[in-house]
């Protein structure tokens, strides 16, 4: 059966220390990917799945997330004078994506203590988890998948992707059990950015997650980890040891499009990849990248 699941909760809070100095005034969320703000593409995943109550974990500095998403009446009517139909229908589509609600999280304590911020929000429910920095291609359903299995097997359930051994001590890792289901397996602990060589496996989790609301009893007893932050990671090691608490941990294994936007490096090869697939942009940049890319390589033609 479906899940009634209806909440997402996104954690926006981040400082964007990596994208500095393009982040000291404007938040990292709202760094374009070719012309939307990436947390939009994240938002209009949400709601792709169903889920149109949208709780932000924000911050100092965060304003334009809220500004983005509320109305503004002096543009709309600019365009509306000057018979702009186009401009004023993409203005007006981030306006009616969804309820959206914002809390301030405070004291950057870690994504633990970001979502434990959601709690009086969410109250007694299921509640995905969105992170900003992943972009999953509409194209590769991700989020529904993990609706559906959380349905199913109850509990929590995270996005896994395989990586480089060489990439595990980037991520989070999971040690793993083969289900039923070919893409869904039983996750029996959690290692947050393991020491090369140590990581339990190669399935690393990627910025999406099902929770069990009994997450936010576990997150209140986790001890800070790594970085002196309240992890995710660990509270739901402790969630996959203690199944009676608020049930099992389950993987989606994911092998579809993602764009990690939270590194300098892959922030453009996304927008390379995005706006080459664009209808309308798509042919005339392809037939430049390829120009240019041959000019690196062989020189310029004389």
């Given at each position: 059966?479906?899940?009634?699941?209806?909440?997402?909760?996104?954690?926006?809070?981040?400082?964007?220390?990596?994208?500095?100095?393009?982040?000291?005034?404007?938040?990292?969320?709202?760094?374009?990917?070719?012309?939307?703000?990436?947390?939009?593409?994240?938002?209009?995943?949400?709601?792709?799945?169903?889920?149109?109550?949208?709780?932000?974990?924000?911050?100092?500095?965060?304003?334009?997330?809220?500004?983005?998403?509320?109305?503004?009446?002096?543009?709309?009517?600019?365009?509306?004078?000057?018979?702009?139909?186009?401009?004023?229908?993409?203005?007006?589509?981030?306006?009616?994506?969804?309820?959206?609600?914002?809390?301030?999280?405070?004291?950057?304590?870690?994504?633990?203590?970001?979502?434990?911020?959601?709690?009086?929000?969410?109250?007694?429910?299921?509640?995905?988890?969105?992170?900003?920095?992943?972009?999953?291609?509409?194209?590769?359903?991700?989020?529904?998948?993990?609706?559906?299995?959380?349905?199913?097997?109850?509990?929590?359930?995270?996005?896994?992707?395989?990586?480089?051994?060489?990439?595990?001590?980037?991520?989070?890792?999971?040690?793993?059990?083969?289900?039923?289901?070919?893409?869904?397996?039983?996750?029996?602990?959690?290692?947050?950015?393991?020491?090369?060589?140590?990581?339990?496996?190669?399935?690393?989790?990627?910025?999406?997650?099902?929770?069990?609301?009994?997450?936010?009893?576990?997150?209140?007893?986790?001890?800070?980890?790594?970085?002196?932050?309240?992890?995710?990671?660990?509270?739901?090691?402790?969630?996959?040891?203690?199944?009676?608490?608020?049930?099992?941990?389950?993987?989606?294994v994911f092998s579809g499009r993602r764009y990690d936007t939270g590194d300098r490096g892959d922030y453009l090869r996304a927008?390379?990849?995005?706006?080459?697939?664009?209808?309308?942009?798509?042919?005339?940049?392809?037939?430049?990248?390829?120009?240019?890319?041959?000019?690196?390589?062989?020189?310029?033609?004389?």
């Amino acid at each position: 059966m479906r899940s009634t699941l209806s909440k997402a909760v996104i954690p926006a809070a981040g400082l964007g220390t990596r994208f500095l100095p393009a982040t000291k005034a404007t938040p990292k969320e709202m760094l374009p990917v070719v012309d939307k703000p990436a947390i939009q593409y994240v938002v209009e995943e949400a709601v792709s799945a169903g889920l149109d109550d949208v709780l932000m974990i924000t911050g100092r500095n965060k304003r334009p997330l809220e500004d983005h998403f509320d109305r503004n009446h002096e543009l709309e009517s600019a365009l509306e004078r000057k018979g702009d139909a186009g401009r004023l229908a993409r203005v007006r589509e981030s306006t009616d994506l969804a309820t959206i609600h914002y809390v301030r999280q405070g004291d950057p304590r870690g994504l633990g203590h970001a979502v434990l911020c959601a709690a009086p929000h969410v109250g007694d429910e299921a509640f995905a988890v969105l992170l900003g920095d992943d972009l999953i291609d509409p194209r590769d359903p991700l989020l529904s998948r993990m609706i559906d299995v959380q349905a199913r097997y109850g509990g929590s359930v995270v996005a896994l992707m395989e990586v480089d051994p060489s990439q595990s001590h980037l991520y989070g890792c999971a040690a793993v059990e083969a289900t039923e289901d070919g893409d869904v397996v039983r996750v029996t602990g959690l290692v947050e950015k393991p020491a090369p060589g140590d990581a339990p496996s190669n399935y690393a989790v990627i910025g999406r997650y099902v929770l069990h609301p009994g997450i936010f009893g576990v997150l209140r007893r986790t001890e800070p980890g790594r970085g002196g932050e309240i992890q995710l990671t660990d509270a739901l090691q402790m969630q996959a040891a203690d199944e009676k608490v608020c049930g099992p941990v389950h993987g989606v294994v994911f092998s579809g499009r993602r764009y990690d936007t939270g590194d300098r490096g892959d922030y453009l090869r996304a927008i390379v990849r995005l706006a080459s697939e664009r209808e309308d942009l798509g042919p005339e940049f392809r037939a430049w990248l390829r120009d240019f890319v041959r000019d690196e390589i062989d020189g310029p033609r004389a």
